[in-house]
């Protein structure tokens, strides 16, 4: 069974900092995996979308990395702002028709 | 247009009443999601609908009901919930179920925040 670990559980930083999120899943049998944000109390944003095939994805100051023999996914945010704060998850969907398996979050506060 | 829509976005019910919970989307997407998220933890998905019928329940109490009357809409109907049902619960599409070649990302709706009472 899939199992999705991230960390660290939470993290803060000063506003302008560079800073790695990092997503780790036990089954490298993966088809695809995703990066959300979600600010409390509120649905969840899709940031990026990885595919099996591919090693990264980049979308304006944010940057995904795909390790899949280590079981590793990183989230980079380029240059820190306020408005970054929120929990970010990361989902993996495995081969075989099997559904997205969530990660716990990173919650990141930006401070200014 | 990538927006999944979801009323009410609050819903206050006590343990006897009978309500709904809808969600909406326009993007021809043909496998719809409900998630389960309580406070601090991920999404747990609940029911999945692949080209309208129910593929997955992932053992879900029968106080939960779910419904997909057409391609574009997911209903959840509630009945006799208990206090620990209440959470945010998600909905959510892709433009194909898990398993069908080409699958992509899911989008996700705002969230209903359920309190039973």
């Known amino acids: 069974k899939q199992e999705v670990t991230q960390i660290p559980a939470a993290l803060s930083v000063p506003e302008g900092e560079n800073l790695v999120l990092n997503c780790s899943f036990t089954?490298?049998?993966?088809?695809?995996l995703q990066w959300f944000r979600q600010d409390p109390g509120k649905g969840l944003t899709s940031l990026l979308l990885i595919q099996s095939s591919q090693r990264e994805q980049t979308s304006g100051r944010l940057n995904a990395s795909l390790d899949k023999s280590s079981g590793r996914s990183t989230l980079y945010i380029a240059a820190s702002q306020p408005g970054d704060s929120a929990t970010y998850l990361c989902?993996?969907?495995?081969?075989?028709?099997?559904?997205?398996?969530f990660g716990p979050g990173t919650r990141l506060s930006v401070l200014p | 247009d990538t927006e999944v829509t979801q009323t009410p976005k609050h819903l206050v019910m006590g343990m006897t009443n009978k309500k709904s919970l809808k969600c909406e989307q326009h993007?021809?997407?043909?496998?719809m999601y409900w998630y389960k998220q309580k406070a601090k933890k991920p999404p747990e998905l609940m029911f999945v609908?692949?080209?309208?019928?129910?593929?997955i329940n992932e053992s879900v109490p029968s106080r939960f009901s779910p419904e997909c009357p057409n391609s574009s809409l997911l209903n959840l109907h509630l009945h006799a919930l208990q206090p620990e049902d209440s959470a945010l619960y998600l909905c959510?599409?892709?433009?194909?179920?898990?398993?069908?070649?080409?699958?992509?990302?899911?989008?996700f709706g705002p969230g209903t925040r359920l309190t039973v009472t």
């Open positions: 989902a993996v969907r495995g081969n075989y028709g099997q559904n997205f398996v």
């Open positions: 959510a599409s892709s433009q194909l179920p898990a398993g069908d070649p080409g699958y992509t990302e899911q989008y």
């Open positions: 993007m021809g997407h043909r496998a």
């Open positions: 089954d490298s049998a993966i088809y695809n």
């Open positions: 609908y692949s080209y309208e019928k129910l593929s």
